[in-house]
């Protein structure tokens, strides 16, 4: 059995990973971060350390806040250990991960997993062809590598992530073709009933209204209540397909950049066996936690958007409360002590989820870009379309496991992090029963590549 | 080469550390790419716009999601298959190569010969 080698494990380096392992270290606590990448900052603030002035200006102040905290996490004392790919977290707290072409592993007293949230799939016609990116790609792009569309580009879909991008754009002086919103007027209605939750997030809305004032000025086309997306092209993109205020529009391009929110990243906590729960206001599973974060799992504790969609202020606090819970467990600070610097987190906490209802109602991703029409491929490593998985259900498959033995679905190199969504509202769709019913895929590990040389080839 | 470029790198600012191309080797051929990023965007920005075929159909598949999630990025690089390229950092005389088709396995030398001589007999 091999021996402790620290109080407290963090997967993932985003503002929960990052503000978690203030936390813990602070307490005294013998803290290692691990991060697939070479500096810290997970999604939202990737490569916040070496960016310029001029970077800092185009992609804006959120952005930049991330930079104090960057700073507090190298500073704190926590081991940072960077290009390290975890392939699984054991329910006994070893963490493996694949750094520098060998295997390697340590084992904690507490385990908080802070891997973030990944795109929601955007499954219509053509979604699979060169050219399509997410918009957190294109963000990505931007951030790590000063890499911008050459040719006007088109946005397509929902969601505060995409009208920020534009934003960007615009003050990077890059041509968007145009903005095509999925939102229509059913959303503004539904998401009225949420607006004392906004208003009380007014920091939030103002942002949003100023965000969207400034692409108007920038001359950007937005085409509203967008529907019946599709994507031409044989070999690449070629064009965009779109219903809009009762006009078909065909916009010629040669990239499209879909997006239409974000969904908790949770392979590790479905690899775990944790309790999951379908949410049916955005819209996928959460994983079942304490107000710490713990899982159903004793010593491992969730923190960020991967518990649920909060955005990276909400992810930032929920890590400092899962590093002070962790520090607890471990004997570093009484009850009274955590429950004390707990109290302002959690009233924090309150504040900045109070917009969320209102974001979630206004921006929730359309059925048919769900759940789409049979020809639309929705397990795209193993190009499994719509119509093949109701194939599957009317000879008797009940949920996406049979959905894998039935025809490889889910059993793609990705490990349905594009498809599974998909595939749980598809089968529950074709059923007539909730997704709760339904479930997810079986996650095994390993949770990334390795192969048989790099596992005999232990560090 | 593609002719269509999809993106670009913004204008280095001046001042930053280090060089702003590698060249590396990208289906035998040497092409100069952005450095200091990881190899799909270094690809992407040089006019790249396909990186593998589908094993499934042949269909032509791009990087997606750029940050590790899709695995639609799956190149060669340095001899490796199927690794995820917009995880890999860039680096000057890097071999990578399109991922055509699904993964061959090569065969032991014994099984090679009694295959060869299956087909002699007919």
Redesign the interface.
Same mark, same amino acid.
């Given at each position: 059995m091999a021996e402790i080698d620290v109080d407290i494990a963090i997967i993932g380096a985003g503002p929960a990973g990052m503000a978690a392992a203030v936390a813990a270290t602070g307490t005294g606590a013998r803290v290692a971060l691990l991060d !697939?990448q !070479?500096a810290c900052g997970g999604?939202i603030y990737r490569g916040i350390q070496r960016a %310029?002035p001029?970077r800092l200006r185009i992609l804006g102040p959120d952005y930049a806040a991330g930079r104090a905290l960057a700073d507090r996490f190298a500073a704190s004392g926590a081991q940072h250990i960077t290009g390290a =790919?975890v392939w699984q977290v054991t329910r006994e707290h070893t963490v493996h991960y694949l750094r520098n072409g060998s295997v390697a592993s340590l084992r904690a007293h507490q385990v908080i997993l802070c891997t973030g949230a990944?795109?929601r799939p955007f499954p219509i016609p053509g979604w %699979?062809?060169? +050219?399509?990116? %997410?918009a +957190? #790609? #294109?963000q990505?792009?931007l951030k790590? *590598?000063? @890499? @911008?569309? #050459?040719?006007p580009v088109v946005l397509a879909g929902c969601g505060p992530l995409l009208y920020l991008l534009g934003w960007q754009y615009v003050r *990077?002086g890059v041509p968007i073709r145009a903005i095509v919103d999925t939102t229509g007027g059913a959303d503004y209605q539904r998401a009225l009933a949420h607006l004392g939750g906004a208003l009380a997030g007014w920091r939030y809305l103002k942002k949003g209204l100023a965000l969207m004032r400034a692409l108007k000025r920038g001359g950007v086309p937005f085409y509203k209540g967008a529907s019946g997306l599709s994507i031409e092209g044989d070999? #690449?993109v070629q064009a965009l397909h779109f219903t809009s205020r009762g006009q078909a529009h065909r916009l010629a391009t040669? =990239?499209v950049l879909l997006h239409q929110g974000v969904v908790p990243?949770t392979q590790f906590s479905w690899a775990l066996r944790a309790a999951h729960r379908w949410d049916d206001t955005q819209l996928c599973w959460q994983p079942v936690v304490d107000e710490w974060g713990t899982l159903d799992v004793p010593g491992i504790l969730v923190a960020g958007d991967g518990r649920g969609i909060g955005g990276a202020v909400a992810a930032a606090l929920q890590g400092e409360l899962a590093g002070l819970a962790a520090a607890h467990n471990l004997g570093k600070l009484d009850a009274a002590q955590r429950d004390r610097r707990a109290a302002p987190l959690r009233a924090a906490l309150r504040s900045h989820l109070g917009i969320r209802p209102f974001l979630d109602a206004l921006y929730r991703p359309k059925a048919a870009n769900r759940v789409p029409a049979d020809d639309v491929v929705v397990c795209?490593? !193993? !190009?499994v379309t719509a119509g093949d998985i109701r194939g599957f259900v009317a000879l008797g498959c009940s949920g996406p496991n049979q959905a894998k033995s039935f025809g490889r679905c889910g059993m +793609?190199?990705?490990q349905g992090?594009?498809c599974g969504l998909t595939v749980t509202e598809l089968i529950a769709d074709a059923r007539g029963v909730p997704p709760q019913e339904v479930g997810y895929y079986r996650i095994r590990p390993p949770i990334?590549?390795i192969?048989l040389g790099e596992l005999a080839n232990e560090a | 080469m593609p002719t269509d470029r999809l993106f670009k790198r913004l204008a280095a600012p001046a001042g930053s550390p280090g060089a702003d191309t590698v060249t590396i080797e990208f289906n035998g051929a040497a092409l100069e790419v952005p450095a200091r990023c990881s190899v799909a965007a270094a690809l992407l920005a040089s006019g790249v716009t396909r990186v593998r075929n589908s094993p499934v159909s042949g269909a032509p598949r791009a990087p997606y999601c750029m940050m590790g999630a899709c695995f639609e990025c799956l190149m060669e690089i340095d001899g490796q298959p199927s690794r995820q390229s917009c995880l890999v950092t860039v680096r000057a005389g890097m071999r990578v190569r399109t991922q055509d088709g699904a993964r061959t396995l090569p065969l032991p030398p014994a099984v090679q010969t009694g295959r060869a001589a299956e087909v002699e007999h007919g």
């Open positions: !697939e !070479e999604q %310029t001029e =790919a990944m795109e %699979t062809l060169p +050219g399509v990116l %997410t +957190g #790609a #294109a990505i792009l790590s *590598a000063d @890499v @911008v569309p #050459a040719e *990077a070999d #690449a040669h =990239a990243n795209r490593c !193993e !190009e +793609g190199p990705c992090r594009q990334k590549p192969t | -």
